[in-house]
Nanobody, 126 residues
Framework: VQLQASGGGLVPAGGSLRLSCTDARRAFSVLRMAWFRQAPGKEREFVAAINYRGDRRLYADAVKGRFTIYRVSRDNTKITSYLQMDALKPEDTAVYYC?????????????????WGQGTLVTVSS
């Protein structure tokens, strides 16, 4: 499994961005997928998670109602996780990481995820 994240950038407060995370090697084993973020000088924190079927989602309180996680599977080989971020705030500025694991339950701890992508920087200007 090789996760690749993309979609970060600079956006004004109140704007939107969509992050993408793809399993580049098209492995079948990634079930739950999640997004975490790490702001400068802070610890990595959970943002959102989703199970394989996409019918169970988990969100951090700080992003509920503003962020949406969903996933698309094409031919059962290429699975992409998306994080739609709306009404962005300066405090959302961070490096965002996608994560995946072989288990299906969406969980919120970084230690629950085996596979990680490289980070993508999101900067929200005030």
């Amino acid at each position: 499994v090789q996760l690749q994240a993309s979609g970060g950038g600079l956006v004004p407060a109140g704007g939107s961005l969509r992050l993408s995370c793809t399993d580049a090697r098209r492995a079948f084993s990634v079930l739950r997928m999640a997004w975490f973020r790490q702001a400068p000088g802070k610890e990595r924190e959970f943002v959102a998670a989703i199970n394989y079927r996409g019918d169970r989602r988990l969100y951090a309180d700080a992003v509920k109602g503003r962020f949406t996680i969903y996933r698309v599977s094409r031919d059962n080989t290429k699975i992409t996780s998306y994080l739609q971020m709306d009404a962005l705030k300066p405090e959302d500025t961070a490096v965002y990481y996608c994560a995946g694991d072989d288990d299906n339950r969406p969980l919120s701890k970084a230690g629950d995820y085996k596979y990680w992508g490289q980070g993508t920087l999101v900067t929200v200007s005030s």
